[in-house]
């Protein structure tokens, strides 16, 4: 089993920046990609970025291109996604995943949420306008 525990979310203006942090604890080295999902009031749950646990390979949205990043810290394990100039339709919870299983999807592997077998509780991020 993998345990992820996100932090980082908050209340930011229209324009400000936050960072959030996914720290993945249990049996980690099966992980394979680690990706960020986000939930708004009413909306179902969708795609924001994603990375392949080595590192090298990163997907973000279309909405959040040039705003987000998603990193990975190699040494410590955590994921982390930068969130800059950030608008009042950002707001959501945040939720951290991590998939394990084999995927030979192409980069659906990494962008649906139905390949990811752990979950994280989610962080709220509300920005105001």
């Known amino acids: 089993q993998v345990q992820l525990v996100e932090s980082g979310g908050g209340l930011v203006q229209a324009g400000g920046s936050l960072r959030l942090s996914c720290a993945p604890s249990g049996r980690t080295f099966g992980i394979r990609a680690m990706g960020w999902f986000r939930q708004a009031p009413g909306k179902g749950r969708e795609f924001v970025g994603a990375?392949?646990?080595?590192?090298?390979?990163?997907y973000h949205a279309d909405s959040v291109k040039g705003r987000f990043t998603i990193s990975r810290d190699n040494a410590r394990n955590p994921a982390y996604l930068q969130m800059n100039k950030l608008k009042p339709e950002d707001t959501a919870i945040y939720y951290c995943?991590?998939?394990?299983?084999?995927?030979?999807?192409?980069?659906?592997?990494?962008?649906?949420?139905?390949?990811?077998?752990?979950w994280g509780q989610g962080t709220q991020v509300t920005v105001s306008s």
């Open positions: 995943a991590a998939r394990s299983r084999t995927c030979t999807r192409g980069s659906d592997c990494y962008t649906a949420l139905v390949w990811y077998d752990y």
């Open positions: 990375i392949t646990w080595s590192g090298d390979t990163t």
